[in-house]
């Protein structure tokens, strides 16, 4: 049952189309309306500019020539370049003619626009450093200045070089700080620079939006200024993660732009890469087709090459999509092998499972008979302990029957021999030094006996240059005795001088020692000499 439900999921996870805010569908129809009549729009600019080619036709005037065809430069520019081309070059003849240097220079500005917009920056920069900027007026001045700046712009975007590109933004940056600064830009233009200026340099999106949406305000939305304001706006919106609100704005600069007849622009083709990723193919796959058409007719390689570029990303999302529903597929499939597989080695479990249970009932059995050894083993132990305990008796027994030989040949040696020579019986009899030798004996082998790793265990506590070297011959060091005591709970050191017939001084400085040698805590160290032995002899 759970395994379905997966499937089931795996199969709702596949992208659904119009993830976009609903809100925008209406706006969305009205951009879809003006593509549909794209065609009436773009002959009304055209009827525009045939009036305007008649009046240049009839003019006799070169002022009034330069400025008409200065007019119809304003609509092919952003209308199909090669006309836009041949009247600039009109224009400059006219300027030519009327040996007017600012008119020329204004000619030369608008080549340059139309250079940039067709890709040819390099170009568009060999012009702009031919112009002498002491020879024009301010006002021509901030046309240079802000048409340099946005050719600047482009090569910072399509500059593969880091270098160039960091040397592009200084230029850049220095070119908008002098035209916000210092130069007498209209109101409109003032807009565009400043808010940029806030944007890039600044970070001040929230100042840029209420400067950009005000001198919005104040526009018929469907001019082509307002288009080139909302695309700003949609520009800040996406930097600020505002999604819906970018759509919103790229729809009304295409509207805009749609209606104004233009086929230089960026907000549809922008639009479409957006709701793309929303996964309304449909309309992204209308918007760039329409796009697409008007780049290749406007003839701007630096569009068509854009436009292209989306058509292949558009073109790659479609095969992504389809690699995911083939993902899918293969993982439904996967996860019915795995379920198959599962079911499978369940049985092989539950086979190997009865045959665990018959070995681990012959392992209990010789768990069963493993433990009557160990039990034997501690019989075995307390027999030994028994051993010790009737040793320790017959030691005892014996120093009892020595001392009643003592003192009977004692008596006789006083009564027959006199007090002298009882004197010197004694002296040899109580040598202590030989008996201490015997107690100390005795007592190594008793230890060793309960304990037959006792020294090898008190090693393995010690740092391993500090370890004890055991001789041969069963007799203990007196640390290794001290020890020893302890480990059978005698910890008083008195006790222990008093049993060993050591001084109380002595012990303490044995036991110091023993601890300052100690590889782990010296202070936990006496407490694991008295469990040694505990697990293997059951003390």
């Known amino acids: 049952m759970k395994s379905l439900l997966l499937i089931i999921f795996l199969i709702s996870s596949i992208p659904t189309t119009n993830a976009y805010h609903k809100q925008l569908d209406s706006l969305l129809h009205v951009l879809d309306k003006a593509i549909q009549d794209k065609a009436i729009y773009a002959a009304k600019k055209e009827s525009s500019i045939d009036s305007l080619k008649t009046r240049l036709h009839v003019s006799s005037d070169v002022k009034d020539q330069i400025a008409i065809t200065k007019e119809i430069c304003l609509h092919y520019i952003v209308f199909m370049t090669d006309s836009a081309l041949l009247y600039t070059r009109k224009l400059e003849k006219y300027a030519l003619q009327a040996n007017d240097y600012e008119e020329y ?32 007026s301010n006002d021509l001045k901030t046309f240079y200045l802000y048409t340099k700046m946005s050719v600047y712009n482009l090569l910072i975007k399509t500059s593969e070089n880091n270098d160039e590109k960091k040397r592009y933004q200084t230029i850049t940056s220095s070119l908008r700080n002098r035209l916000v600064s210092g130069e007498a830009l209209s109101p409109m233009d003032y807009i565009y620079v400043n808010t940029e200026r806030l944007i890039q340099q600044e970070k001040q999106y929230d100042q840029a939006l ?73 309309r992204a796959y209308s918007y760039m087709k329409c796009s697409m058409q008007d780049a290749i007719f406007y003839n701007a390689r630096l569009r068509t090459l854009e436009s292209s570029e989306m058509f292949d990303f558009i073109d790659k999302a479609y095969q992504k999509k389809e690699n995911q529903r083939q993902i899918l597929l293969l993982t439904i499939l996967v996860i019915i092998m795995v379920l198959l597989a599962f079911i499978f080695f369940t049985l092989i479990y539950v086979y190997k499972q009865k045959k665990r249970l018959s070995i681990t009932k012959d392992e209990l059995s010789r768990s069963n ?56 019986f004694i002296d040899l009899s109580l040598d202590p030094k030989d008996n201490l030798e015997e107690f100390y004996k005795n007592f190594d082998e008793t230890i060793l006996r309960l304990f037959p790793n006792f020294v090898e265990e008190i090693n393995k506590l010690l740092l391993e240059e500090e370890r004890i070297s055991f001789k041969t011959n069963n007799n203990l060091t007196p640390d290794l005795r001290i020890f020893a005591l302890i480990r059978l709970g005698i910890t008083d050191s008195i006790k222990i001088a008093y049993f060993l017939r050591y001084s109380v001084s002595t012990i303490y400085n044995y036991r110091t020692k023993m601890r300052n040698k100690a590889a782990g805590n010296r202070d936990e160290f006496e407490g694991l000499v008295m469990k040694i032995g505990i697990d293997k002899n059951l003390i």
């Open 105 to 136: 220079i204004d000619s030369e500005l608008f080549r340059v626009r139309i250079l940039k917009t067709m890709g040819l920056l390099k170009e568009s920069v060999d012009i702009l450093n031919t112009v002498d900027t002491l020879r024009i």
């Open 369 to 424: 008979k493993l433990l009557m050894e160990s039990n034997q083993s501690l019989s075995d132990s307390n027999i030994l302990k028994e051993e010790y305990i009737g040793l320790y008796i017959g030691h005892f027994s014996d120093y009892l029957s020595k001392i009643e030989q003592f003192r009977l040949k004692a008596q006789k040696i006083a009564k027959t021999q006199g007090e002298q020579a009882l004197l010197k």
């Open 210 to 282: 209420r400067d950009l949406r005000d001198a919005y305000a104040d526009l018929d939305p469907e001019e082509r200024e307002a288009a080139i304001l909302a695309y700003s706006i949609a520009k800040v919106y996406e930097e600020k993660g505002d999604t819906d609100k970018a759509i919103e704005y790229l729809a009304r600069s295409a509207i805009a732009d749609i209606k104004s007849g233009v086929k230089e622009y960026m907000s549809l083709r922008r639009l479409a890469a957006v709701l793309f990723e929303y996964g309304d193919v449909n």
